[in-house]
């Protein structure tokens, strides 16, 4: 027996207020396992996205060794990103598949086309051969607004570092200082591009997007405050179970309030929304650029 229920975080309180059906099992079933494979395949990307949403914080906070740290983190992380999406193609569907050769076609025409790509390609080798960029955060006031600067120091790079021919001959053009806030900028939004065409080519992402979708619509429907979803299975008979509110700590599956046992062989998943809602406001924009 399946069921839906609120679980009441602050009052640990999960109310049982609907048994599935076969079809819905199946669909929450198979929602619940797609949303697993795509966090699965987005760790990489959620590990490039951290430092982009620390920086903001630590640029207010004056805290200058931290926001010059995370770029070398943010560099690390976009290369294991690449790293992740072709091991993974390679190895899943084989060198010569369409599914690794549209990623690897993806990357280069980014590469080919972004000065910001290949900049920051470059530095994160740097970075990791020859140790921290010659780096320095600034501000100034435009119109009543604080503008915060990443700058390199090019001249203080390290000269015995051989850049490619084509970033070597870009950097010529520039001068000493170079704001690198706007390339990071630019770059993320090619690794969120990046990102959908590795998704894209790894699982049916039209479909997690149509779930999803039905997911945020149901649970905007049961007008959720502080309440998780949760699908319940218990042994319990149904009627018992269906009238009840339990009362647990933190979703603890098995365990005992003022002598009161909680549902025997009680299982649950919560139905992670909040994937549900990134993956149809951040994912589904992408799919068309």
Same mark, same amino acid.
């Given at each position: 027996? +399946? ?15 609907? /048994? ?28 490039? /996205? ?42 899943? +569907? ?16 980014? +590469? ?149 046992? +909680? ?27």
């Amino acid at each position: 027996m +399946y069921n839906l229920a609120k679980y009441n975080s602050p009052n640990h309180e999960l109310t049982v207020f609907h /048994q599935l059906s076969e079809e819905e099992v199946t669909f929450f079933k198979d929602i619940l396992d797609g949303i697993a494979s795509f966090n699965a395949l987005t760790t990489g990307f959620y590990n490039v /996205q951290a430092p982009i949403r620390q920086w903001p914080e630590l640029f207010e906070r004056d805290r200058k060794a931290d926001v010059m740290r995370l770029l070398g983190d943010f560099l690390a992380a976009f290369s294991a990103f690449l790293n992740f999406w072709e091991q993974y193609l390679k190895g899943t +569907y084989g060198k010569d598949s369409n599914n690794y050769l549209n990623f690897k076609q993806a990357t280069s025409e980014e +590469y080919d086309s972004s000065f910001a790509y290949r900049l920051l390609y470059a530095l994160r080798n740097y970075n990791q051969h020859f140790g921290p960029l010659p780096l320095s955060v600034e501000n100034e006031i435009k119109d009543n607004t604080t503008i915060y600067k990443l700058i390199l120091h090019k001249n203080n790079l390290n000269a015995s570092y051989t850049f490619k021919a084509i970033v070597r001959d870009e950097l010529t053009t520039l001068g000493d200082r170079i704001d690198l806030v706007d390339y990071i900028k630019e770059l993320f939004e090619i690794i969120k591009r990046l990102h959908v065409v590795g998704l894209k080519n790894s699982i049916n992402l039209n479909l997690l997007i149509e779930y999803s979708e039905r997911v945020l619509k149901y649970a905007e429907s049961l007008n959720l405050k502080e309440e998780k979803l949760v699908i319940i299975s218990s042994s319990v008979a149904e009627t018992e179970f269906a009238t009840q509110t339990w009362r647990l700590q933190n979703l603890n599956p098995i365990g005992q309030l003022e002598d009161q046992i +909680y549902p025997p062989e009680m299982l649950y998943n919560e139905v992670p929304t909040w994937v549900a809602e990134y993956i149809v406001k951040g994912i589904k924009p992408q799919m068309n650029l």
